[in-house]
């Protein structure tokens, strides 16, 4: 019966965490929570694992959020490879959407879990309720508030997924090819790249904007020469082999680079009105690991 649901599970505690690695964990708390119930007692058991699993997610999210406050750099969730299925439902499909899941960082915990609960998977108020423990009007002040504060938040991107890995494939010509014109005419004037190495990979440090600072940046870490010496730094002789591919990440095409067949970069660009305006850089490898 848990197998049944393992999936749906971890889809909703990923999308309130952010973090596979703790989506995994709730998963596995609530699997011991259902182990330990009369289960023929359980008149709903997908709305028992869900709520279970939901109150969970919220708990270790208010763990998670002081734990972030100390976290070297800006913090970015973690990547998750998805296929066609995710893409073609919308709502799902945007609700694992990076840029999403950065603007839900900026929500409370609670109104989180109601906006994620109620905008991905469309469950009533009245189960969302029981799930967080507020009254009924209360969740939806909250549904409110977080629905009003996600759409002020969210940033514009171009929805057309033919577009986007066309400039994906784009800039990894540009980069490999050290074409500085091509990849400065790809820019938004206002780009800005938002790179999370956790301080265990090379990484900026704070959110670089404009195009000179991001090209410069761009340029140190993609061209060959400057993956040679990447791959230097961290003990890899230059004939392990270097790859950058697209790749299905967090239902948009992506830049993912492989180094002897370990992911060590993922980049994902949003396009607006034709040109890169935001670059999110994940180089953490705790956040990678599951990637292959």
């Known amino acids: 019966m848990f197998e049944e649901y393992r999936h749906l599970l971890t889809g909703v505690a990923y999308r309130i965490l952010g973090s596979m690695a703790d989506a995994e964990d709730v998963v596995q708390e609530a699997w011991l929570r259902w182990s330990g119930v009369d289960q023929g007692a359980v008149e709903d058991p997908k709305a028992y694992l869900i709520r279970v699993t939901s109150r969970l997610a ?14 070297v750099g800006p913090w970015l969730p973690e990547p998750i490879s998805t296929g066609p299925d995710v893409a073609e439902h919308v709502e799902l499909a945007e609700s694992v959407e990076l840029a999403m899941l950065v603007v839900l960082e900026t929500l409370s915990p609670l ?51 033919g577009e986007r890995r066309e400039m994906t494939e784009r800039f ?37 904007f404009g195009v000179d600072n991001v090209t410069r940046f761009l340029m140190s870490i993609t061209t060959p020469d400057n993956i040679a010496k990447f791959m230097a730094s961290i003990g890899m002789p230059g004939e392990t082999g270097v790859e950058l591919r697209i790749e299905e990440i967090n239902a948009a095409p992506a830049v993912v680079m492989v180094v002897g067949g370990r992911v060590v970069t993922v980049l994902s660009l949003l396009v607006v009105d034709g040109r890169i305006e935001t670059i999110y850089l994940m180089a953490n490898p705790d956040k990678l690991e599951r990637l292959v």
């Open 58 to 71: 919220i708990d270790r999210l208010r763990w998670a959020k002081s734990r972030r406050e100390a976290y």
């Open 111 to 161: 109104e989180r879990a109601v906006f994620v609960l109620r905008e991905a998977f469309d469950m009533p108020f009245a189960e969302i309720a029981e799930i967080i423990g507020r009254a009924e009007p209360a969740t939806r002040q909250l549904a409110r508030r977080a629905r009003e504060h996600v759409q002020e938040k969210r940033p514009r991107f171009a929805t057309d997924r």
């Open 172 to 208: 990894i010509n540009a980069s490999m090819n050290g074409d500085l014109d091509d990849l400065i005419a790809m820019l938004s004037q206002d780009v800005t790249v938002v790179s999370d190495g956790g301080g265990k990979a090379r990484a900026a440090l704070r959110v670089l």
